[in-house]
């Protein structure tokens, strides 16, 4: 039996045409999931008693589980069972452009990536898309509010699961489901040259982000496995190309990394290799986790990094900071949970 968050408006129109039926009706089932937040089929009070069974007989409506909420100021995150034991994390954060949630996007990531801790708990399977909905709906029931802003940006690397994930954006945005508006939307890559261009040529108007994390391909090599792949000239060059194609700004993720990349010399280079592009450089500061050895840049060498891409005419913003009680790291909570 299938989930039926994981059906796109038009799957679910499909699904009653293939029954001989209106496919009117997947707007109302849409409606009901989405803007009432039923909890059962029989709640559809405008639907007929047959349908309702049929849909009780075809799909499920089984949530996650929540396992774990950590709170401080302005975040809370959010560890979720899945129903064959995997474990996932979600993390809504308060800005004061309203309240960010960043998802994940498979369970474990095989990308590499030395400094990040969900990497290092290897892939063990994409999410499917009612997984990727419902964390969304779990968090918002759990403490009353509304998303403004979503983030791909969890655990897992989502164009290494590209279908799933542009069904699922497709239920966010759609203006009968969850309506999230797509500029309120971001997928972040750790540079798959392939998919970045399968995504330039998809008409989604959300935004890309590209964890970069170095300037040059020495250091990138050293800190992420998929620069062996795709070079910094490669994605660098498929986002010029993206631009071209679509018109639309990127950012580029850089976690600052002591004594690793984050010298004036860094950002400097850094400031050439994007003087062409346009898009802006979000500063990350490190959240440091007790299985890596990687150290949080001092906020001094924040500041001068920050200072050299301003004075290079670099756009940059540095990334808010938040509570140091939850555990803050990409995969932390689930990594503390999996070994006690």
């Known amino acids: 039996m299938k989930n039926i ?47 309702i069974a049929e849909l009780k007989e075809d799909f499920t409506l089984t949530p996650l589980t929540l396992l774990q909420q950590q709170i401080d100021t302005d975040v809370c995150k959010f560890l979720f069972g899945l129903e064959d034991g995997n474990k996932i994390e979600a993390v809504l954060m308060k800005h004061d452009y309203g309240n960010s949630l960043c ?31 419902e964390q969304i709906l779990l968090v918002e029931q759990e403490l009353d509010l509304k998303i403004s802003h979503l983030v791909l940006m969890g655990i897992g690397e989502p164009f290494d699961n590209y279908d799933n994930v542009m069904e699922f954006i497709s239920i966010l945005n759609e203006p009968k489901g969850i309506d999230l508006g797509a500029r309120h939307i971001t997928v972040s ?9 399968e995504f330039m040529k998809s008409g989604k108007q959300v ?10 391909n020495e250091i ?7 620069n062996q792949v795709y070079k910094i000239e490669d994605v660098i060059e498929a986002v010029k190309k993206y631009f071209e194609e679509t018109n639309r700004r990127v950012t580029f993720e850089y976690i600052l990394l002591k004594g690793i990349n984050d010298k004036k010399e860094h950002a400097i280079e850094l400031a050439n290799l994007l003087k062409d592009i346009n898009c ?16 949080k840049s001092s906020k001094e060498t924040i500041m001068e990094f920050y200072d050299t891409l301003k004075k290079n005419h670099t756009n940059v ?24």
Not at 17 to 45: C, N, P
Request: charged share 25%.
């Open 5 to 51: 968050y994981g059906f796109t408006l038009p799957k679910l129109e499909n699904y009653f045409l293939e029954k001989g039926d209106k496919k009117f009706k997947a707007t109302q089932v849409f409606e009901w999931l989405y803007k009432h937040r039923i909890h059962s089929f029989e709640e559809m009070r405008n639907v007929s008693k047959n349908t």
């Open 207 to 216: 935004n890309l982000a590209i964890s970069l994390h170095a300037p040059n």
């Open 103 to 133: 998802v994940s996007s498979q369970v474990g990531c095989n990308m590499g990536c030395t400094f990040c801790e969900s990497g290092r708990l290897k892939k063990v399977r994409n999410l499917e898309v009612h997984e990727m909905v």
């Open 317 to 340: 913003t540095i990334r808010k900071e938040f509570g140091s009680k939850v555990s803050a790291a990409c995969g932390q909570l689930r990594a503390n949970y999996e070994e006690g």
């Open 189 to 197: 890559t750790c540079g798959i040259v392939p998919k970045i261009l």
């Open 280 to 295: 802006y450089v979000n500063l990350i500061p490190y959240n440091e986790t007790s299985h890596i050895e990687y150290k």
């Open 220 to 226: 990138r090599n050293k800190i992420m496995k998929i």
